[in-house]
Structure formats: C-alpha cells, structure tokens
C-alpha cells in the first residue's frame, strides 16, 4: 500500500469516527463522545494495517482489548462515581501503541503524522467541545443531510453515461451535487461559528461562500426598509459576488484538475479585477459592522434536487448546442444558465474542457460570460427589491466588473 493511499484511508478513519462522535456527543453519551470516536476509528485502522503483516490475530486481539476497556467503564457507572469516566487516555494509549509498532513496519512519514494528530486531538478538547456545544440540532439537521447526499446516495448511483448523446452520468451529475453543497454548508458552519454580527467584509465572503444571489436578495429587502444601509448593503453584495469566482476557481479544481492551469489565468485576473472594485469600495464605505442574515439550510433535498436537475439540463444542453451550432451555442447555453447560478455551467463546462470535447478558450469565455449575466441578474435584483438608491451604489463598480470581464473576452489571447 503506498504513501497516498495509506494517509486517505486513515484520513476516511478519522473523519467518520469524528462523525459518528459529534452524533453521540450532541446525544449527551457518557462513552464516547466526538474525540474518542475519532481516536477508536484511527486505532482500528492502525490494527488493521499491522494485521497486514502479522495475522488477523493483532487486529482480534486489540478489538477484544477495547471491548473489555468499554465493559469495564459501564460496569463503573452504576457505582455513583463522579468523576469523569471518558476514554480519550485510555484510547490514545492504545492508539499510541499501535503507531509505535508502525514506526517500525510500516511508513514512517504515516506514523510522525498519525501521531501529531493524536497529539492535536488531544490538546485541542476545549474548542472542539465548545463548537458541538454552540451548533444547535437544526445544525446537526444538516450535517446529516449532507452526510445523507454524500455518504449514501452519491455511492449508491450508476457511473454510467445515459440519455442523448450518452453524457448523462448520475453519478458525476450527483457529485456536482455533493460539491455545491459542501462549500454551501462551509460558509455556512463558519457563519455559526463567526456569528451573524460580523463585518462588512467578512459578511460579503460568508455570503458569497453560502449564496451570493441569496445574499443579493437579502440586503437589498435590508435596504428597502433601511435606506440608509444602501452603501454598506452594496458592499457586501458586491464581496459577495467577487467570492463567485473564488468558488469558479475551487469548482474547476476539483471538477477538472488537469484542465485547471488552462482554465484558471482569465479567471484568475477576474478575481483580482473584482478584489481591486471591492476595495476601492470599502475605503469609501469606511464602516465595520453589519449583521450577516442568517442562511437557509444549505443541505435541504428539494434545493439538492433541483441543482441537480439544473446541471443535467445545462450538461445536456452543451451537448445539444455543439452538436447543432458548434462553439457558438456553448453561449446561449451559459446565458440561460448564468440568470440562475454560475456553479451549474462552470462544474459541466470544467468537464467538458478536461474531456478534450471543448477548447479551453471557448469554456472559460463561457464561464466568465455566464459570470457577467449572473452579475446583471443581480443588479436588477438589487434595483427590484432595494430600490434606486441600492443600485444608484452598485452601478459604478458593476459597470467596471463588466467592463473588465468584458476586456477579458476580447483581449485575452485565444
């Protein structure tokens, strides 16, 4: 087994004993909570890589050893002792057994990491208590559906391409899903954790992270009941549409990495063209403090559901289009796509591009160009629910962000 795949699977180990721990701590277990979890999966996976080399009997025989340590907790309980009974000592020591056996037999590099893990797990029991403390179960809700959409439905799907021009695969379909609500619900554990009375520029990039078209939304019906709030509402929803193309750049990481040093430049200088408005703008606003509207559930099925029939649509579409009209239909297509969100033509177009079917040139042009439309979609937004005078300060620095992503059309070379 090599380096890599060694580290991903005690990486799978962790996060699924962090998992199921932060189930029994919400449920106030008085076993196990999310530390002991996450150390119980690290040893189980330490005895299995060392059963490798020495017989099934290494593994049976730590099992055993942790099941006569769980027995012999409950078997206190009963007795009124006070004290704290967790198993976080007595785990790590096992733990720390099996990686000093690893030292020896296996991976070196695996061992040192594995090791500074434990050692962070456990120094850190203050703030990771102190974050399953403060999320609420409506938090928990929706951890749960993302495991639900990750965990259990996108392994269950077909990878097989189906329908017209045989590029509808269910399972690439609901990984784009997957990703999409992932970044949603970071921003949204971080607005959790940060708070709702943040600043203007940290709102603006947990708006962006989460929604930057909710975030458009909400502040300018800020804006029509406080209009005075019209120049710090414009500053958030213009962060918040610059941290479109941070998420533009994540997106084709992931969804086409070997096409991300072709597609990423042009993007690139548009997030910087973007960061240089958006600071221009904040030296103008010259104001701290704004409360960030709390995001909807970033894991509801219905909102997963519909991006998923949304990505399908514009996959197919792209298909449709180049078969019939060649590169010029790809812009029809991000047009129609970018009045709803950039995510679904950027994650299908990022495919297409890293599957040789579309010239880099034409997909990130596509990419920027359904960015521009979503940018126009949003100030009209702004001017339908906020009035004049929220557009009245969104339009200088949304005419430059046009009229830069429009010069990164015409004049980046082909």
């Known amino acids: 087994m090599d380096l890599q795949l060694t580290l991903q699977k005690l990486a799978i180990a962790l996060a699924l004993g962090l998992l199921v721990g932060l189930q029994r701590e919400r449920a106030r277990s008085r076993v196990a909570g999310i530390r002991t979890f996450g150390l119980i999966t690290l040893l189980g996976a330490v005895a299995a890589l060392l059963a490798n080399d020495y017989g099934g009997w290494l593994l049976a025989a730590e ?5 006569l340590l769980l ?3 409950n078997l206190m309980k009963p007795r009124g002792r006070e004290r704290d009974l967790g198993l976080t000592t007595e785990v790590a020591a096992l733990l720390m057994f099996g990686v000093g056996a690893y030292v020896v037999v296996g991976h070196t590099a695996v061992a040192v990491i594995l090791g500074g893990s434990v050692a ?15 999320i609420g179960d409506k938090d928990v809700t929706a951890i749960m559906r993302f495991v639900l959409i990750a965990l259990v439905i996108l392994p269950a799907l077909p990878d097989d391409y189906y329908g017209p021009y045989a590029v509808l695969n269910p399972h690439k379909i609901w990984f784009m899903v997957v990703l999409i609500v992932g970044i949603n619900l970071a921003g949204y554990v971080a607005y959790k954790l940060l708070g709702g009375g943040t600043g203007a520029l940290l709102a603006g990039v947990l708006g962006g992270m989460v929604s930057s078209t909710a975030t458009t939304v909400s502040y300018a019906r800020r804006t029509r009941e406080q209009p005075e709030s019209a120049g710090l509402s414009a500053l958030v929803i213009l962060i918040a549409s610059t941290i479109v193309y941070v998420r533009m750049l994540v997106e084709i990481g992931i969804a086409a990495p070997g096409s991300f040093w072709v597609l990423a430049p042009p993007i690139g200088v548009m997030l910087g063209w973007m960061v240089g408005i958006a600071a221009i703008m904040f030296l103008l ?5 704004t409360a960030l509207s709390e995001p909807g ?3 509801e099925l219905l909102p997963a559901l519909l991006f998923a029939g ?31 969100d950039v ?5 299908s177009t ?18 920027l160009w359904g960015s521009m439309v979503n940018l126009f979609m949003k100030g009209f937004y702004a001017y339908a629910l906020g009035g004049w005078r929220l557009l009245r300060a969104l339009l200088a620095p949304f005419v430059a962000a046009l009229a830069g992503g429009g010069a990164l059309l015409l004049l980046w070379p082909a």
Do not use: C
Not at 63 to 67: D, E, I, P, V, Y
Not at 120 to 134: G, Y
Not at 314 to 329: E, M, P, Q, T
Not at 343 to 347: M, P, Q
């Open 63 to 67: 099992a055993l050893g942790l099941a």
């Open 71 to 73: 027995a012999g907790v």
């Open 120 to 134: 962070l797990l456990l120094h850190f029991k203050a703030p990771m208590h102190a974050f399953v403390a403060k």
């Open 285 to 289: 606003v010259r104001r701290d403090q």
């Open 297 to 299: 559930n970033p894991a």
């Open 310 to 340: 949304l990505y399908a649509v514009v996959v197919l579409a792209i298909a449709w289009a180049k078969d019939h009209f060649d590169d010029a239909g790809l812009y029809v297509v991000a047009f129609f796509s970018g009045m709803h």
């Open 343 to 347: 995510d679904a033509i950027t994650l």
């Open 350 to 367: 990022a495919q297409y591009v890293d599957s040789n079917a579309v010239a880099a040139a034409v997909g990130w042009r596509a990419m």
